[in-house]
């Protein structure tokens, strides 16, 4: 692993460093590995040659991204796992790939012959080597650093007030009008994308952008990405129709993706939008909670050595287990009346029943038989890592949908989640990034951080708690003290007293998770206006200094940032009530299905007290629940009845 020893043994042996990053659930990480690491003639040839380090992606995301990077720059070419990199005993790369084949094959060398080839180069054109690495650090660093000319001194969120409406169009123009997504093959969520486009709906009413965003999240439900039996978005398709996937399904995506599905179900009210959410949630809860509460990282591809086998059927293996009447009606809705849609040979379930109206009691009851049988399959691994980062999107996800749903079984699993986290995976007063073993461990990187602030909103709109509040201030106090560029404005990914590595990074663009820098500085704004820490959104705004002259090329490659922009230039509104329980929460659910855009409501109890001055507003004297509506630095009069409060809140 990656550390003081095997870094030490590079230099003293003047050997360069095989690094190989990949993560649990990764298909073609265990093909190399199987095919190569554990090959004996293989693993010889790299130990005399190399000094061999595998990193966990999901343990040291520090380290993936600088050497994601840096295969950017050696190839031209985005990344992926398994990362092969070569170092220099410096942490230099040299030679940057992905997966190789233990024979010639996909037009790729054998992995044994590229090493030679690169053992060779190193023994006999080390000073061609060392010329290279100049240019690629110096690119590396310069990726990482904050503009020159950032403005921060003299920048107002008005001077990007263009951004947000260039990237909805740069969007829209990227948008497939047939499948829905953005691109062609493969073809991969973007939930963050989807998002500014729905909340471009909200603020502007353009039918454009509710259309690419309801049209993309129904042909991911009904075609392939969604487990149609148990539930859970798989992590991205092969194909750019949604038809195949890459069958692992990961934690990140899954909590975005179940928020958006719970906000377009406010603006349709589509019973199919309903029965994706709370499928989502039951395979959460059924197979992906530990039982101190907080959620596991992924669940594997493949099962028996095969991808995506525990997911398949063939047509007789469905049909043995169904009535017979039933039979027609199950076979359309699943595509069996089709040719096989995975390899010739078996189906892959899709979904074409009505989205319009409710399922078919015949439907129900089939999935549920179906359900069942798979059952006693071989189940995909599981990776059984809690990342605190993750566990932030997912519980923001959840809580929402169960603010959405008027699910509070829901709500009290995403606060226990989220509690469970601040007991045990903040030691010594610092946040830990993986809780594995029994134990916390790793510094916290900033998107845990950033991500479990976002969590603790969601939380605290859902219901009030203010031990919540409390760990919420703990982690915005964390970012300003721990990770803010004080100088340049900003946030690094890594902690000020982090182990030194080749580069510090910055990273502001969206990823496969979004810009822990961007939801940090959304955040950050939130809680400025929540608590009245001015320092909050003055740190915010520096960020967005720093950060928008990176957007202003390609903006929708920085939707979490244009969401952080749009907060800063639309100062959120804040709704207070207080009154009796059961009716505040009627109240709350009330407005957050009318779909108003940039507003936080926040139900707290009568009995609440230590509340920072704007929240602690007087408890109603004439009606069951009173209402406080503030947005920036006004407050308007108390308002005693809900339709009043809407009509405010959308004049």
Not at 253 to 260: A, I
Request: charged share 25%.
């Amino acid at each position: 692993m990656w550390g003081p020893e095997a870094l030490e043994k590079a230099q003293q042996e003047q050997k360069p460093i095989l690094l190989s990053i990949g993560y649990s659930a990764c298909h073609w990480c265990h093909v190399m590995a199987h095919e190569s690491f554990e090959d004996t003639t293989t693993a010889d040839q790299m130990n005399e040659q190399f000094i061999n380090i595998k990193v966990d992606r999901e343990e040291r995301p520090d380290i993936d991204h600088i050497y994601q990077a840096a295969h950017h720059l050696l190839t031209g070419r985005g990344g992926g796992w398994p990362l092969t990199m070569i170092l220099t005993p410096n942490q230099e790369p040299f030679f940057a790939g992905t997966y190789f084949p233990a024979e010639p094959r996909y037009r790729m060398p054998a992995f044994r012959d590229l090493l030679n080839k690169i053992h060779e180069t190193w023994l006999h054109r080390r000073d061609a080597i060392s010329e290279q690495n100049v240019r690629l650090i110096e690119a590396l660093r310069e990726e990482s650093a904050a503009p020159e000319h950032s403005h921060s001194t003299h920048w107002q969120p008005e001077h990007d007030a263009d951004l947000p409406g260039r990237a909805r169009l740069d969007l829209l123009r990227n948008h497939d009008p047939i499948n829905g997504g953005f691109g062609g093959a493969p073809k991969f969520p973007h939930p963050t994308d989807l998002e500014l486009l729905f909340t471009g709906f909200q603020v502007n009413g353009d039918d454009r952008q509710y259309d690419a965003v309801a049209l993309s999240m129904h042909s991911m439900a009904n075609r392939g990405m969604f487990d149609q039996l148990g539930g859970g978005f798989y992590r991205y398709c092969v194909d750019a129709e949604w038809a195949i996937p890459h069958f692992e399904k990961m934690l990140y995506d899954n909590g975005p993706l179940l928020q958006l599905c719970a906000d377009l179900w406010c603006a349709s009210r589509s019973p199919r939008l309903q029965e994706i959410t709370e499928l989502t949630v039951g395979w959460l809860l059924r197979e992906m909670q530990s039982p101190e509460g907080p959620f596991y990282s992924a669940l594997d591809a493949d099962s028996e050595g095969e991808e995506g086998l525990f997911y398949l059927w063939g047509r007789d293996g469905i049909k043995e287990h169904l009535p017979s009447e039933d039979w027609e009606e199950v076979s359309k809705c699943f595509g069996l009346d089709q040719a096989p849609n995975f390899e010739q040979h078996a189906w892959h379930l899709h979904w074409h029943a009505s989205s319009e109206h409710p399922t078919s009691q015949a439907l129900l009851s089939a999935r549920q038989k179906l359900f069942e049988s798979r059952a006693p399959r071989i189940r995909p691994g599981l990776d059984d890592k809690i990342i605190a980062g993750w566990n932030g999107l997912m519980i923001s996800g959840l809580a929402h949908a169960g603010r959405v749903f008027d699910r509070q079984d829901w709500i009290d699993q995403a606060q226990r989640a989220l509690l469970s986290i601040q007991k045990h995976m903040i030691v010594n007063g610092k946040l830990n990034a993986i809780f594995a073993g029994g134990r916390a461990q790793f510094n916290a990187y900033l998107d845990d951080h950033a991500f479990l602030l976002q969590a603790c909103m969601e939380c605290l709109q859902a219901q009030w708690d203010s031990s919540i509040l409390a760990f919420a201030e703990h982690l915005a106090n964390a970012i300003l003290d721990d990770f803010e560029d004080e100088k340049a404005g900003g946030y690094f990914f890594t902690p000020h007293d982090h182990e030194a590595l080749l580069t510090r990074p910055r990273i502001v663009h969206d990823a496969a998770t979004p810009s822990g820098y961007a939801v940090a500085a959304r955040s950050l704004i939130i809680m400025g206006h929540l608590t009245g820490e001015s320092r909050y959104i003055k740190s915010a705004e520096k960020a967005l200094a720093s950060a928008c002259p990176q957007a202003r090329e390609r903006p929708a490659a920085f939707a979490s940032l244009i969401l952080a922009l749009e907060t800063a230039l639309i100062p959120p509104r804040i709704i207070v009530l207080r009154g009796e329980d059961d009716e505040m929460r009627k109240w709350n659910i009330e407005l957050l299905r009318s779909n108003i855009p940039h507003t936080l409501v926040l139900g707290i109890p009568l009995k609440a007290n230590g509340l920072p001055d704007l929240l602690d507003k007087p408890k109603p004297t004439s009606s069951s629940v009173n209402a406080w509506v503030c947005q920036g630095v006004s407050c308007l009069p108390e308002l005693t009845d809900l339709a009043s409060v809407v009509k405010v809140c959308k004049s």
